[in-house]
C-alpha cells in the first residue's frame, strides 16, 4: 500500500514539475515600445517564418495590405522564407500590422494591446527575437539586399492575446536602403566643400 501511494505522490509531483517547468519556459510579453522602424530610402521586406497555427497577413499602416500571408487563403499564397517584397521609397516611422483572420485580431509594430503589451519585438540582431534559426534561404537574400550602409530590422509578432509571447509566430525582415544608399546631407556638404576647395586650389596655380 506504501509503494501505491508513493508511486500516486511521485507521479502527481512529476505533473506538478512539468506544470512549473512549462509556465517557466513561457516568455514574457514586451512591456515596452521597440525601436522605431525609421527609414529614409528604398524599402524592401523579406518574409523568414511562421510558427503559428492561425493564418494571418501582413500590412503597412498606410500602405499596401496583405504584403505577406503565413497561410494560403483564397487571395493570398503563403509565403516562403526568402520571400520579397519591394515597398518602394519610404521616409519616417513605419508601422506594421498582422491581422490575424483565425481569431480575429490586428496587432501593430508601433502600439501595445489593450493589456498593455506589445504584440511585436523589432530588433536589429536576429538572435535577440529568441525564436527559431534564420533560414538559409531568408538569409541569403537580406544578404543579397544589403550594402555596407542597410539597415536590417528582424520583427517577430506574436498573433494571440494572452498566448506564449514567443515572438515567432509571423517573422519577417525590413531592410532600409538595400541598394543604392544615398548619402547624407552632412556627406554631400562635406563632398560640396572638397569641390570647391580643390577648385580653388586649381585656381591658384593658374
Known amino acids: 500500500m506504501g509503494r501505491v501511494m508513493t508511486k500516486k505522490f511521485l507521479g502527481i509531483l512529476g505533473s506538478v514539475l512539468?506544470?512549473?517547468?512549462?509556465?517557466?519556459?513561457q516568455a514574457s510579453?514586451?512591456?515596452?515600445?521597440?525601436?522605431?522602424?525609421?527609414?529614409?530610402?528604398?524599402?524592401?521586406?523579406?518574409?523568414?517564418?511562421?510558427?503559428?497555427?492561425?493564418?494571418?497577413?501582413?500590412?503597412?499602416?498606410?500602405?499596401?495590405?496583405?504584403?505577406?500571408?503565413?497561410?494560403?487563403?483564397?487571395t493570398c499564397t503563403a509565403a516562403v522564407a526568402g520571400?520579397?517584397?519591394?515597398?518602394?521609397?519610404?521616409?519616417?516611422?513605419?508601422?506594421?500590422?498582422?491581422?490575424?483572420?483565425?481569431?480575429?485580431h490586428v496587432y501593430t509594430t508601433s502600439s501595445p494591446d489593450t493589456d498593455g503589451y506589445y504584440y511585436a519585438k523589432v530588433v536589429s540582431n536576429y538572435a535577440d527575437l529568441g525564436v527559431f534559426s534564420l533560414?538559409?534561404?531568408?538569409?541569403?537574400?537580406?544578404?543579397?539586399?544589403?550594402?555596407?550602409?542597410?539597415?536590417?530590422?528582424?520583427?517577430?509578432?506574436?498573433?494571440?492575446?494572452?498566448?506564449?509571447?514567443?515572438?515567432?509566430?509571423?517573422?519577417f525582415a525590413v531592410i532600409d536602403p538595400p541598394v543604392g544608399a544615398v548619402p547624407e546631407p552632412a556627406t554631400l556638404a562635406l563632398f560640396g566643400a572638397g569641390l570647391l576647395g580643390f577648385?580653388?586650389?586649381?585656381?591658384?596655380?593658374a
Do not use: M, Q
Not at 515600445?33 to 521586406?45: D, I, K, W, Y
Not at 555596407?148 to 509566430?169: L, M, Q
Not at 577648385?199 to 596655380?205: D, E, I, L, M, V
Open 135 to 171: 533560414p538559409t534561404a531568408a538569409s541569403d537574400v537580406i544578404t543579397s539586399l544589403s550594402t555596407p550602409t542597410s539597415v536590417v530590422w528582424y520583427v517577430g509578432f506574436e498573433d494571440r492575446v494572452g498566448g506564449d509571447y514567443d515572438y515567432n509566430d509571423f517573422v
Open 199 to 205: 577648385a580653388g586650389k586649381r585656381r591658384r596655380r
Open 18 to 25: 512539468l506544470a512549473v517547468a512549462a509556465t517557466a519556459a
Open 83 to 104: 520571400d520579397v517584397v519591394d515597398l518602394g521609397t519610404l521616409f519616417g516611422n513605419l508601422d506594421f500590422s498582422l491581422s490575424d483572420i483565425s481569431v480575429p
Open 29 to 74: 510579453p514586451v512591456t515596452t515600445a521597440s525601436e522605431p522602424l525609421s527609414v529614409n530610402g528604398h524599402v524592401t521586406v523579406v518574409f523568414i517564418g511562421s510558427g503559428a497555427a492561425d493564418t494571418s497577413y501582413l500590412s503597412l499602416v498606410g500602405g499596401p495590405s496583405d504584403i505577406f500571408c503565413n497561410h494560403s487563403t483564397s
